[in-house]
């Protein structure tokens, strides 16, 4: 019995999600479809190097996989060397996810500053702690606005607050501290790859990439 995992995507942005990849989850491979057409399959190791598929309307398609610092890998996939709406390559996609942890740190930190002002005895420590989640959200918007500044900012501190946290309230013994860089490891690459994304949205100067033009006959 084969297991496959689908995922859809538009061709460009708010469009019908024309292209479906469909990996098999035993062997590893892709197949590319296209409106339910099957363009081609991409063998588990090919996808470490990309391949290409020429569409109808002349643009170049090029999935590859990455692999995140996890071993995860991320299914990315371009047209014309811009990412497709929703893909892993998505710089929108990728801003999307770091905002949404931005607010999501910044929200646990003011209802925990919240509830201890209004029911304990609060100290400096809540006030800072009341302060850099308002300072967090504040820049969580600023970054959905395509803010290089602000999403850097709030990474800084994502990152000086989760180190932090496992310093002061972390086991110290050899297994607990390798964990714990292992952890924080991952969350600099996410937080780098948010402000990639960002500088990558502002840039607009992707490359362009076109199928070889036919020789004459």
């Given at each position: 019995?084969t ?7 538009p061709?460009?942005?708010?469009g019908?999600?024309?292209l479906?990849?469909?990996r ?38 090029h ?82 606005y ?34 714990a ?10 937080m780098?790859?948010?402000?990639n ?18 020789i004459p006959q």
């Amino acid at each position: 019995m084969t297991v496959t995992i689908t995922k859809r995507y538009p061709l460009e942005p708010h469009g019908r999600k024309r292209l479906a990849l469909r990996r098999d989850l035993a062997t590893g491979d892709v197949a590319v479809v296209l409106d339910g057409r099957e363009l081609g399959r991409i063998p588990r190791e090919a996808l470490h190097e990309g391949v290409d598929f020429a569409l109808p309307d002349e643009s170049l398609l090029h999935v590859w996989n990455e692999v995140g610092p996890n071993g995860t890998p991320y299914t990315c996939v371009t047209r014309n060397g811009h990412p497709l709406p929703g893909s892993a390559s998505d710089p929108v996609k990728i801003l999307w996810v770091n905002v949404v942890c931005f607010w999501g740190l910044a929200t646990l930190q003011l209802f925990f500053a919240a509830m201890t002002m209004a029911y304990g005895e609060p100290d400096g420590s809540v006030y800072a702690i009341g302060a850099a989640g308002l300072a967090l959200a504040l820049l969580a918007a600023f970054a959905w606005y395509r803010s290089y500044v602000a999403t850097v900012l709030a990474s800084i501190i994502v990152i000086v607050e989760a180190a932090l946290f496992s310093f002061f309230e972390g086991r110290h013994d050899v297994g607990s501290l390798v964990s714990a860089s292992i952890a924080l490891g991952i969350l600099i690459y996410l937080m780098l790859r948010g402000i990639n994304a960002v500088a990558e949205i502002k840039s607009h100067t992707l490359p362009i990439r076109r199928p070889p033009e036919r020789i004459p006959q």
